[in-house]
């Protein structure tokens, strides 16, 4: 069965949310959670969710206006 547009982008935006949240794991046991790279990522992570959170919202709007 062909998966619909929504539901494909449904499922990228929660791959890359699981990524993430994989990258944080690695991170804190890497690092042990201190020190400068360590907070440095931690922020580019944080910032890079918050970027794929507001593209699913414009995701999930353009889907609606299509309706």
Do not use: H, P, W
């Not at 998966?3 to 042990?32: C, H, P, V, W, Y």
């Not at 580019?44 to 206006?65: G, K, P, S």
């Amino acid at each position: 069965m062909r998966k619909s547009a929504a539901t494909k982008l449904e499922d990228a935006f929660g791959a890359a949310r699981s990524n993430l949240r994989t990258m944080r794991l690695m991170m804190e046991t890497i690092f042990q959670g201190s020190g400068d790279d360590y907070c440095a990522l931690l922020t580019m992570l944080d910032y890079t969710l918050r970027e794929v959170n507001d593209a699913q919202e414009a995701a999930d709007t353009l889907l609606e206006d299509r309706r």
